[in-house]
């Protein structure tokens, strides 16, 4: 449906599409605490391990 010239897709598009990535931004340094949290040691130093995936997880830092 065209409002003013303007399709409703467009209009939700520029809305959610800035408020995605401003979400995204806010939430990843909770994600990242969570993760570091809950990988081993040798997970965290080794460089050559995706750092966004825990492979390993364990609770071993809240102990």
């Known amino acids: 449906m065209m409002v ?10 520029r ?3 800035p ?5 995204v931004g806010m ?3 909770f994600y990242w605490m969570l993760i570091t ?3 081993p040691n040798r997970e965290l130093y ?4 995706m750092p966004l995936i825990v492979y390993q997880p364990t609770l071993k830092h809240y102990v």
Request: glycine share 18%.
């Open 46 to 49: 080794n460089a050559r391990i």
């Open 15 to 17: 809305l959610y599409v």
């Open 4 to 13: 003013g010239g303007k399709g409703l897709g467009g209009r939700v598009l």
């Open 27 to 29: 939430l990843f340094p």
């Open 37 to 39: 949290s809950i990988k």
């Open 19 to 23: 408020l995605a990535v401003f979400l």
